[in-house]
């Protein structure tokens, strides 16, 4: 059998095919990308066996456990787990702390299907922390600069012509920004920040030690950035994106409106697609009314309702328009300049996105 595996740097660097046998609960609290979830207990027997533990000891705890998963539950499993083993001889299984869960699962695959696979030591806590490490490790070694700019700027384009930048809205599948909602949902955020560190690790690993991030908020979404970042950000150099108010629109009006409406479509079908998209417009507009006060409240909604109405009848979005330029005029723009002001220090350059992107090719020694 191949060793116990202890290099989580080479599980990361090389996607090494993962068998996560913690219980489904615990692997929706947080994962790694593309990992498995074959677990040996499911999340009533694990509550059980917890319960035991707590009551009666580990002994007791382990009998329950064979007692719970035994029979026909056992052979499916273990059906499940040999074929895995099968389809990626390079991979290894893990549970939490690299413990019981996982030594069975390796005990059983051995004894009732002739294959001998192996664990990662540590299991997932060991993998996680490694990664929560390495993340510190970048941040403290690594050159970084940032992308602002008003909304609409286009930071997000900027970012996909760099070959060094990191896309931390991509990850957080956020655009952001009050508006910012995908139709698809979010990370968790474990595996927001382990996706991040992953991403990080093999940059690194290929040689890159300057990045380009979007400055962003503590939260994306609901993803919260990791706390040494944020904080590193703070005070990162700045080079601050401009465009003028007419280009800005036309780029939240194709990405917030063209490109949400079809995700959402592509998603639910064309009429309950529609339908989601406009709930979720309305949604974002009503969850900045105290910011924007009542009556302009009022105005922006009575403009978006005429703009959906419209878009449903012939497809036509030229009315988005009105209530988009509103909202850059007379919300996001004052609360952008306040924001330039108070970074004023830290910008070390501004132009438009052409200017912009050779500025940080050439910083960034192409």
Not at 187 to 201: G, R
Not at 206 to 224: K, T, Y
Not at 237 to 263: F, G, H, K, M, T
């Amino acid at each position: 059998m191949r060793d116990n595996c202890t290099d989580y740097r080479d599980l990361f660097l090389h996607d090494r095919p993962l068998m996560d046998t913690r219980a489904p609960v615990e692997f929706l609290k947080g994962a790694f990308p593309g990992v498995i979830n074959l677990p040996l207990m499911n999340d009533i027997e694990r509550q059980k066996v917890g319960t035991c533990y707590k009551q009666q000891g580990q002994q007791a705890a382990i009998e329950l456990g064979h007692q719970l998963v035994s029979g026909h539950t056992k052979a499916e499993r273990i059906e499940a787990w040999a074929a895995f083993a099968k389809a990626n001889p390079e991979g290894y299984l893990y549970c939490f702390r690299g413990g019981l869960r996982s030594q069975i699962v390796q005990q059983w695959l051995k004894s009732e299907a002739g294959i001998d696979y192996p664990r990662v030591v540590g299991g997932y806590k060991a993998m996680r922390t490694f990664l929560l490490q390495s993340t510190d490790d970048a941040i403290a070694a690594c050159d970084f600069v940032l992308v602002g700019g008003m909304t609409g700027t286009g930071k997000t384009e900027v970012l996909s012509q760099l070959g060094n930048s990191l896309d931390l809205e991509a990850h957080a599948n956020h655009r952001g920004s009050s508006f910012g909602k995908r139709a698809s949902a979010q990370p968790a955020q474990i595996d927001f920040e382990n996706a991040l560190a992953i991403d990080l690790l093999k940059r690194r690993a290929a040689g890159q030690q300057q990045f380009v991030l979007e400055d962003e908020a503590r939260l994306i979404g609901r993803c919260s950035l990791p706390l040494p970042l944020h904080q590193a950000m703070q005070h990162y150099p700045l080079v601050w994106l401009e465009d003028s108010v007419a280009n800005r629109v036309e780029r939240i009006l194709q990405a917030y409106v063209v490109e949400l409406c079809a995700e959402f479509v592509a998603l639910q079908g064309e009429q309950e697609g529609f339908s989601a998209f406009a709930a979720r417009l309305r949604e974002s507009l009503a969850n900045i009314t105290r910011r924007l006060g009542g009556e302009r409240y009022q105005r922006l909604a009575a403009i978006m309702d005429q703009a959906l109405q419209e878009q449903q009848a012939d497809g036509q979005v030229d009315t988005h328009r009105g209530w988009i330029e509103a909202l850059l005029v007379e919300y996001y723009d004052p609360m952008y300049v306040f924001q330039r002001e108070s970074k004023s220090g830290r910008i070390e350059f501004a132009g438009e996105q052409e200017a912009v992107v050779q500025y940080l090719r050439e910083r960034n020694g192409g």
